[in-house]
């Protein structure tokens, strides 16, 4: 299994959370219920800065190759949430389960791997939220910001130096991690009163 096998491996087995994640009603469980631009920019905020600093500290403990990869992972993230004109809030279920990630396979599935499928997801609401505002300036900030968050480029590269074993324990670990973030996202709306499934 190589790095797009395993990539295609974890985008089979999340495909209904995946979906489900990027259904109208992610900025709903984000926000608490508070679709403003103040609030679904700090959730934005909340998740770059979290995964700039988790990933920054991965790269310093690192010993291996993929250091380099969760360095450039951490910089990016850093970058984009400069972009974000808001302040982080506190941390998510999906950051916080980071912080509980160890062993450098299970890193690069859980900050490089499932962190852009996600991010790939929310973003796409974002996009949608700022086109319902008729704020197109802001929409196109958020396709740009979802086209650098979803890249997968280091994540492959990250896959690519570890071994066969190492790819696996990458697969689950990313697997874990999307798993975690849908479970907070249901939880939220279920405390709401609202169904996480789509609506047939």
């Known amino acids: 299994m190589d790095a797009g096998a395993t990539i295609d491996a974890v985008r089979d087995r999340t495909e209904t959370e995946r979906d489900r994640l990027g259904s109208d009603k992610v900025l709903i469980a984000a926000t608490d219920a508070t ?17 700039a600093d988790i990933l920054g500290r991965w790269a310093d403990e690192s010993d291996s ?3 380099t990869q969760f360095g450039a992972a951490a910089e990016a993230a850093a970058e984009r949430a400069d972009r974000i004109d808001a302040d982080a809030g506190d941390p998510d279920g999906f950051i916080d389960h980071l912080e509980t990630v160890s062993g450098t396979a299970r890193r690069v599935g859980a900050g490089l791997v499932a962190a852009p499928l996600l991010a790939d997801r929310f973003y796409l609401q974002v996009v ?7 704020d197109e300036r802001s929409a196109d900030t958020a396709r740009e910001l979802r086209s650098g968050a979803s890249d997968l480029d280091v994540a492959r590269d990250a896959l690519a130096v570890l071994d ?10 990313a697997i874990e991690a999307v798993g975690v ?10 405390a709401m009163g609202l169904d996480p499934r789509p609506v047939c």
């Open 35 to 51: 679709l403003e631009t103040e609030a679904v920019l700090t959730a934005a905020s909340t998740r770059e800065s979290g995964l």
């Open 164 to 173: 066969e074993s190492g790819r696996e324990r990458a697969r689950d670990g």
């Open 65 to 67: 190759d993929v250091a």
């Open 128 to 134: 949608s939220f700022f086109v319902n505002e008729a």
């Open 181 to 190: 973030a849908y479970d907070e996202y249901a939880d939220a709306l279920e």
